[in-house]
């Protein structure tokens, strides 16, 4: 097998259509890697001055009424990864800023592809859009005519009347193939971390080698299935041409068309509602109650009047604490209920919209892999999702220690224009995302792990099959 | 069986060929013996290259057998994978290299590996000029790419080749230069079934000629006993 693997590799060394290809990869990949590091440099410098710029201005907010500081509101920043210079994935669209208010769930904003108009058309020249998708092509050109083209030339009848194993030829050809585009990968791979490291913006932690590691594991993996499936259609075809038109087509289906009927069909399956339905039901659901019958209104009276007996007072301004700002946090615990009914029920169609593609990857090799290539790189939607939850969830805690401040503070019920002081602001904890292992990214994959690993023994079987079955002459 | 080759090497009994409705061999009977030329001559579809197929181990046939050098001493037989050649109509090989480096290449593929004197002197006894060995073959003519195809078939060290149309095309030196290739390695008891059309060379080289139609051995005629003349008659009353 070792031989077929040399003389592979030096019969496509010699091919100059293969130099040129390879050429044309190596200036996409140049291009590619100063782009998104350029683009991730700014990113790194943005996210720390925007959040040491607010962190600042939170802290030197001086005596201020808290429930003030609440609505006029907070920001906190999606962060960053190394790793989203190998995919950005859905980050590059969904928005990395998010305005914390009192009462008040807000969705994100200013997402990087923003203003971008023209990457926005036709897609960025990113790293993970030349492995994932132009890698493919020149393994098709490697591999469409590794057996019809031994056929054609009748060396094949030579390759068995040497007794060569015609499972060693089939795997030789794979292998050769592999090594031929992983070297080329990890050319691009190096091109990339090396770009990252001359413009000090790389950034990297143990974890993000961690995930490059496993990320190139993944796209060797691919490879290795792309490969399979090429020598093997190109040992079953008439001839190294309809070799070539099939398997062309096959990657156009694959990797054009497929992606774009299931995202179509995701949104005609489980279609999101009109946010103006979405923006209608919410405000009932906080004005009247989640079940109809408890209005906002009824819901603080009755508040009030236990609040009363609890310290057994008879006014509201008899009591050692702010009943505003108890019941602002109870009105606020009563709307995050309703957020939540409205928000999970928004998450389970996008879950059931993105199974849809999951499930796919039964059938598309393609569409597990760029699912666990977003994942790993952390810039899918799982990581978008977890980003959302914790930001609410600082939310809920950042308005809970103004009300409790407003409530415990100092004042009184009523008072409106009191001032904390202006130390309290630096004892709120400034929001830290906290970053997932690879393990729970790849968790939430495990559907298109199953696939992927079906099909790598779907590949392997091929081989192993059509070497045994396949025809000489 | 009337010929002097007393060892047989290449055996076929009862060979039977059915490609769906189409019969390509019927009961073929043949005995090949040791240092033999055996040149099959017949039409196209005449079932002289189905032969070769099913020696090579290309073809099942659909019944009888062929067997490899089996002997009293060696009941099993040659190993066909390791003992037999084959040189194709087009040794096409690969343009993108060397004489030398295909040789090199299909002889590892064997299992065999020689040093680049050796390769040289397998390419000079198969008539290959010196200067020709290192330039890449898409320079070659026929007649040196069926050379380097004797290379490779003497590399292995093969005792029997097994040839389809070898001289088809080649110029009349280059004709020449093969078959006397042919009978110097017959001569270190290589035995050789070649199929051909060619019915000159085929009395030239041969010691005994077969003549195929539609799948059927019809006569086996030791070439001492027939003019060139006297075999086109034959053949042309035959076909």
């Known amino acids: 097998m070792r031989q077929i693997i040399i003389h592979f590799m030096r019969n496509a060394w010699r091919n100059q259509y293969l130099k040129i290809f390879a050429c044309i990869m190596s200036v996409a990949f140049v291009i590619s890697a100063v782009n998104n590091v350029l683009v991730l440099k700014v990113q790194f410098r943005q996210y720390d001055a925007a959040r040491n710029e607010l962190r600042n201005a939170w802290i030197g907010q001086g005596p201020k009424n808290p429930h003030s500081s609440g609505h006029y509101g907070h920001y906190v920043f999606r962060p960053a990864y190394a790793t989203h210079a190998?995919?950005?994935?859905?980050?590059q669209f969904t928005g990395s800023v998010l305005r914390l208010e009192a009462h008040m769930q807000h969705l994100p904003q200013f997402s990087p592809a923003e203003g971008r108009t023209e990457s926005s058309r036709l897609g960025s020249l990113s790293f993970s859009w030349l492995m994932l998708v132009i890698m493919p092509l020149f393994i098709i050109l490697l591999g469409h005519d590794a057996i019809s083209n031994e056929r054609e030339k009748g060396n094949l009848r030579l390759h068995a009347a040497q007794g060569l194993d015609m499972r060693k030829l089939l795997w030789g050809k794979v292998l050769g193939i592999l090594i031929l585009a992983s070297s080329m990968a990890l050319a691009g791979l190096i091109i990339q971390l090396g770009f990252q490291s001359a413009l000090n913006a790389s950034g990297s932690t143990?974890?993000?080698?961690?995930?490059?590691?496993?990320?190139?594991?993944?796209?060797?993996?691919?490879?290795?299935?792309?490969?399979?499936?090429?020598?093997?259609?190109?040992?079953?075809?008439?001839?190294?041409?309809?070799?070539?038109?099939?398997?062309?087509?096959?990657?156009?289906?694959?990797?054009?068309?497929?992606?774009?009927?299931?995202?179509?069909?995701?949104?005609?399956?489980?279609?999101?509602?009109?946010?103006?339905?979405?923006?209608?039901?919410?405000?009932?659901?906080?004005?009247?109650?989640?079940?109809?019958?408890?209005?906002?209104?009824?819901?603080?009276?009755?508040?009030?009047?236990?609040?009363?007996?609890?310290?057994?007072?008879k006014t509201l301004e008899e009591l050692?604490?702010?009943?505003?700002?108890?019941?602002?946090?109870a009105d606020e615990e009563y709307a995050n209920l309703v957020y939540d009914k409205h928000f999970n029920r928004i998450r389970e169609t996008m879950t059931r919209q993105n199974n849809i593609s999951?499930?796919?990857?039964?059938?598309?090799?393609?569409?597990?892999?760029?699912?666990?290539?977003?994942?790993?790189?952390?810039?899918?939607?799982?990581?978008?999702?977890?980003?959302?939850?914790?930001?609410?969830?600082?939310?809920?805690?950042?308005?809970?220690?103004?009300?409790?401040?407003?409530?415990?503070?100092?004042?009184?019920?009523?008072?409106?224009?009191?001032?904390?002081?202006?130390?309290?602001?630096?004892?709120?904890?400034?929001?830290?995302?906290?970053?997932?292992?690879?393990?729970?990214?790849?968790?939430?994959?495990?559907?298109e792990l199953i696939c992927i690993s079906a099909w790598v023994m779907l590949s392997a079987g091929l081989l192993f099959v059509t070497a045994a079955k396949m025809k000489i002459i | 069986m009337n010929h002097t080759h007393t060892e047989e090497i290449i055996g076929i009994r009862n060979l039977t060929m059915r490609f769906e409705d189409h019969?390509?061999?019927?009961?073929?009977?043949?005995?090949?013996?040791?240092?033999?030329?055996?040149?099959?001559?017949?039409?196209?579809?005449?079932?002289?290259?189905?032969?070769?197929?099913?020696?090579?181990?290309?073809?099942?046939?659909?019944?009888?057998?062929?067997?490899?050098?089996?002997?009293?001493?060696?009941?099993?037989?040659?190993?066909?994978?390791?003992?037999v050649a084959y040189i194709p109509e087009v040794v096409q090989l690969y343009g993108n290299m060397t004489g030398m480096e295909n040789l090199d290449f299909f002889s590892r593929l064997a299992g065999f590996r020689y040093d680049a004197t050796k390769l040289a002197g397998f390419l000079v006894k198969a008539g290959l000029q010196v200067e020709a060995h290192e330039k890449r073959m898409s320079a070659y003519s026929k007649g040196m790419r069926q050379k380097?195809?004797?290379?490779?078939?003497?590399?292995?060290?093969?005792?029997?080749?097994?040839?389809?149309?070898?001289?088809?095309?080649?110029?009349?030196?280059?004709?020449?230069?093969?078959?006397?290739?042919?009978?110097?390695l017959a001569k270190e008891g290589c035995t050789i079934l070649m199929a051909t059309h060619d019915i000159f060379n085929a009395v030239?080289?041969?010691?005994?000629?077969?003549?195929?139609?539609?799948?059927?051995?019809?006569?086996?005629?030791?070439?001492?006993?027939?003019?060139?003349?006297?075999?086109?008659?034959?053949?042309?009353?035959?076909?």
């Open chain 1, 358 to 447: 999951a499930y796919a990857s039964l059938l598309d090799p393609y569409l597990a892999v760029r699912n666990l290539s977003m994942s790993i790189t952390q810039a899918d939607y799982h990581h978008q999702l977890r980003f959302l939850k914790e930001a609410e969830n600082y939310r809920r805690y950042l308005i809970g220690a103004l009300n409790e401040k407003m409530a415990y503070g100092g004042s009184k019920t009523g008072e409106w224009d009191w001032t904390t002081d202006a130390d309290f602001w630096s004892s709120v904890n400034d929001f830290r995302q906290s970053r997932p292992d690879l393990m729970w990214a790849l968790r939430n994959n495990h559907v």
């Open chain 1, 320 to 329: 050692p604490v702010n009943a505003d700002g108890l019941a602002m946090q």
């Open chain 2, 148 to 184: 380097v195809g004797i290379g490779i078939a003497l590399a292995k060290g093969a005792r029997i080749i097994l040839m389809d149309e070898p001289t088809s095309g080649l110029d009349p030196k280059a004709s020449s230069d093969f078959i006397r290739i042919c009978k110097d």
């Open chain 1, 206 to 313: 143990g974890q993000d080698l961690l995930h490059t590691l496993v990320w190139g594991i993944l796209c060797l993996v691919y490879f290795f299935i792309i490969a399979a499936v090429s020598v093997t259609g190109s040992t079953w075809s008439r001839s190294s041409m309809s070799s070539l038109l099939l398997q062309v087509s096959v990657w156009v289906v694959m990797l054009i068309i497929m992606p774009r009927i299931t995202a179509a069909m995701g949104s005609r399956l489980h279609p999101f509602e009109q946010r103006s339905f979405f923006n209608n039901t919410l405000r009932q659901d906080r004005e009247k109650g989640i079940d109809g019958h408890n209005p906002m209104d009824e819901r603080n009276e009755k508040f009030k009047d236990s609040l009363l007996r609890h310290y057994k007072v």
């Open chain 1, 86 to 91: 190998l995919d950005n994935g859905i980050a």
């Open chain 2, 23 to 83: 019969i390509a061999l019927n009961n073929m009977n043949l005995s090949i013996g040791k240092g033999e030329i055996f040149c099959l001559l017949g039409q196209n579809g005449a079932g002289k290259t189905t032969t070769i197929n099913i020696l090579l181990g290309f073809l099942k046939p659909t019944s009888g057998e062929v067997v490899i050098g089996r002997s009293e001493d060696d009941p099993r037989g040659f190993d066909s994978r390791k003992s």
């Open chain 2, 204 to 239: 030239n080289v041969g010691n005994r000629i077969g003549i195929m139609k539609e799948g059927t051995l019809v006569h086996t005629i030791e070439t001492s006993r027939i003019s060139a003349t006297e075999l086109e008659k034959l053949y042309l009353e035959t076909i």
